[in-house]
């Protein structure tokens, strides 16, 4: 799928909250973002979450190849200031091969969605960038840890299904959920 067209298509159906735009992620983004992967990790631990993103991930290396592969989004405000970073995977996740619990579905493509984060709580951007993940038309997959509570309401909220639980790269455990184009929703 082409990211581009998707954050054009996204962009144009309806109005988003507060003059928020999304768009593809660019190399003059990463201060920025890195900026925003910072604020993410304040709201964190302001909710009580001290077991993720502990270290430096995600690394500024580490975003600027999910710009160089086409596969970071960024969503900005009015002044165009990046508020919001995600990365969408078309590709099968390995890691949900081996899913403790059921998928709702587990043979149609789905898209991925990590390493999202938002600059401030409480303005829709996270809701904004999942809804254009959403918007796909295909299945969502997204996992979340388990006392990142702000992410899981917001999940939960969108109609995302809590699955059961994968084993991410570092061996700790990640809540699964899924979101399928039939499932209703509420906008974020």
């Not at 190849?65 to 078309?90: K, P, S």
């Not at 303005?123 to 997959?141: E, P």
Request: with cysteine.
């Amino acid at each position: 799928m082409d990211i581009t067209s998707l954050v054009f298509q996204f962009n144009a159906s309806k109005p988003l909250p507060q003059g928020l735009s999304v768009a593809l992620a660019q190399p003059t983004d990463v201060d920025q973002i890195m900026d925003t992967i910072t604020a993410a990790r304040g709201i964190m631990r302001a909710n009580n979450n001290y077991k993720q993103w502990m270290t430096e991930y995600p690394s500024r290396e580490l975003i600027t190849q999910d710009i160089a592969a086409g596969r970071a989004v960024v969503c900005v405000d009015e002044n165009h200031t990046v508020v919001g970073y995600m990365v969408l995977f078309f590709t099968p996740e390995p890691n949900y091969a081996s899913l403790d619990g059921t998928w709702i579905n587990d043979t149609d493509p789905y898209v991925t969605v990590h390493r999202i984060a938002v600059r401030q709580s409480g303005l829709g951007v996270g809701g904004v960038l999942m809804q254009l993940a959403m918007s796909c038309g295909i299945s969502v997959r997204v996992d979340t840890h388990e006392v990142n509570t702000p992410m899981r309401n917001l999940l939960e909220k969108l109609g995302y299904v809590q699955c059961g639980t994968v084993i991410i790269e570092d061996g700790t455990p990640r809540i699964a959920y899924q979101w399928l184009p039939c499932t209703t929703h509420n906008d974020a």
